[in-house]
T-cell receptor, first 115, second 114 residues
Framework: GENVEQHPSTLSVQEGDSAVIKCTYS??????FPWYKQELGKRPQLIID?????GEKKDQRIAVTLNKTAKHFSLHITETQPEDSAVYFC??????????????FGKGTLLTVNP | DAGVIQSPRHEVTEMGQEVTLRCKPI?????LFWYRQTMMRGLELLIY????????DSGMPEDRFSAKMPNASFSTLKIQPSEPRDSAVYFC???FGQGNQPQHFGDGTRLSIL
């Protein structure tokens, strides 16, 4: 199956700085990579996703980059704000056989933005 | 769009009791997923359905766990008998299509087995 590694496990930045979270995956056939933000006690919420036919995608202060050759993808948050503080999960889809696809999640990164 | 709706939000029960978690997917979504989240193991996929049919239950930890989807708007995850190690947050998610389609999560059920 797919193995997704996520780093760092914790990240602390000052308000206004940028934050970068990196993930690697093992299945070269993976073609969909979503990122979820989970605030304490809340549900994982999809914030951005990227498909393997593009190398970068932006949505306001959030961007995701994908390097298929190296099998890694990253989340970039610019001009961080205290409300960005949360746990962020990366994930990769993989084919588990036939037409079955599953998401495998990284272990998460606790981002703290200090005012 | 009401989103994925789960109930109850919190459940506290004693070991050995039956627990039933409920989920209503987003209308029109044809895939439904059950996940379990713990500090030790993170987010794990337990089982998923396509058009109400279970497709992959390889993540179900043991026979004490069962899931059903009697119709397109309702699914249950049942644990019988429950054990303290089943304590976790259980999330239901749904998507329209599989593969590279976004999954949308419900608010989860925080389950505590005493």
């Amino acid at each position: 199956g797919e193995n997704v590694e996520q780093h760092p496990s914790t990240l602390s930045v000052q308000e206004g700085d940028s934050a970068v979270i990196k993930c690697t995956y093992s299945d070269s056939a993976s073609n969909y990579f979503p990122w979820y933000k989970q605030e304490l006690g809340k549900r994982p919420q999809l914030i951005i996703d990227i498909r393997s036919n593009v190398g970068e995608k932006k949505d306001q202060r959030i961007a995701v980059t994908l390097n298929k050759t190296a099998k890694h993808f990253s989340l970039h948050i610019t001009e961080t704000q205290p409300e960005d503080s949360a746990v962020y999960f990366c994930a990769a889809i993989y084919n588990s056989g036939g037409s079955n696809y599953k998401l495998t999640f990284g272990k998460g990164t606790l981002l703290t933005v200090n005012p | 769009d009401a989103g994925v709706i789960q109930s109850p939000r919190h459940e506290v029960t004693e070991m050995g009791q039956e627990v039933t978690l409920r989920c209503k997917p987003i209308s029109g979504h044809d895939y439904l997923f059950w996940y379990r989240q713990t500090m030790m193991r993170g987010l794990e996929l337990l089982i998923y359905f396509n058009n109400n049919v279970p497709i992959d239950d390889s993540g179900m930890p043991e026979d004490r766990f069962s899931a059903k989807m009697p119709n397109a708007s309702f699914s249950t995850l049942k644990i019988q008998p429950s054990e303290p190690r089943d304590s976790a947050v259980y999330f239901c998610a749904s998507s329209f299509g599989q593969g590279n389609q976004p999954q949308h999560f419900g608010d989860g059920t925080r389950l505590s087995i005493l």
